[in-house]
């Protein structure tokens, strides 16, 4: 039988999908019940029974993204040869995802909650410390490349990956104003020019 409020056939991993599209286009306090109910194809009753409340809901829409959407971007670092080719394969790989037709243009966790409000507050902290965590995986892919003799010994790697991020960031902000892909994969040959002398090594 089906949960009190919630449709026959009511599919909640396609629902989720929907939600995530939703929080991802207008952000977490831009994304209205209405909206979420709509794109979903449920009724705000079975939105709570499914998912609790929206801000639970943008948590598990959160990390549907993180698990459908980091792989592109992140396995180009992951597999990597060399610490410069990890950070080219970040930045252009990320023009590419940042850009697709038929997704919304940016990053959901750079964009979707910017401003402190007291219904976005621990979302927003949540977010933070996503974006501080990518910092710090970056950091260590370029410790590795530093422990390898590919980046000078006294570079700063925190800073050389916060750099980096946050080149990655601006062009998550430049996506959604409408910034094509060769538009952010300028950007990123732009930013890998800073490679040599922030590391003192040469690119690949």
């Not at 609790?52 to 959407?69: D, H, M, P």
């Not at 992140?74 to 080219?88: H, I, M, R, S």
């Not at 977010?127 to 590795?144: H, N, P, S």
Request: charged residues 25%; hydrophobic residues 45%; glycine residues 8%.
């Amino acid at each position: 039988m089906a949960e009190r409020g919630r449709p026959r056939g009511f599919d909640k991993e396609n629902a989720l999908l929907r939600a995530m599209e939703v929080f991802w286009a207008k952000g977490y306090e831009g994304a209205s019940m209405s909206d979420l109910t709509s794109a979903m194809g449920i009724a705000s009753p079975s939105l709570y029974a499914a998912f609790g409340s929206k801000e639970q809901l943008f948590r598990e829409s959160l990390k549907l993204y993180e698990t459908i959407e980091s792989p592109g971007i992140w396995g180009a670092v992951e597999n990597a040869p060399t610490a410069y080719d990890a950070v080219k394969g970040f930045l252009i790989e990320t023009a590419r995802v940042f850009s697709r037709p038929g997704k919304p243009p940016g990053c959901l966790v750079v964009l979707s909650a910017l401003h402190a409000t007291e219904t976005s507050d621990r979302v927003r902290g949540e977010l933070i410390d996503l974006r501080a965590q990518t910092v710090t995986e970056l950091a260590k892919r370029l410790d590795r490349g530093r422990q390898a003799g590919e980046i000078k010994a006294d570079a700063e790697v925190n800073a050389i990956a916060a750099y980096f991020v946050t080149v990655q960031q601006g062009m998550s902000i430049q996506a959604r104003d409408g910034a094509t892909e060769d538009h952010l994969l300028a950007i990123a040959r732009a930013a890998l020019a800073a490679w040599e002398p922030l590391t003192g090594a040469k690119r690949a």
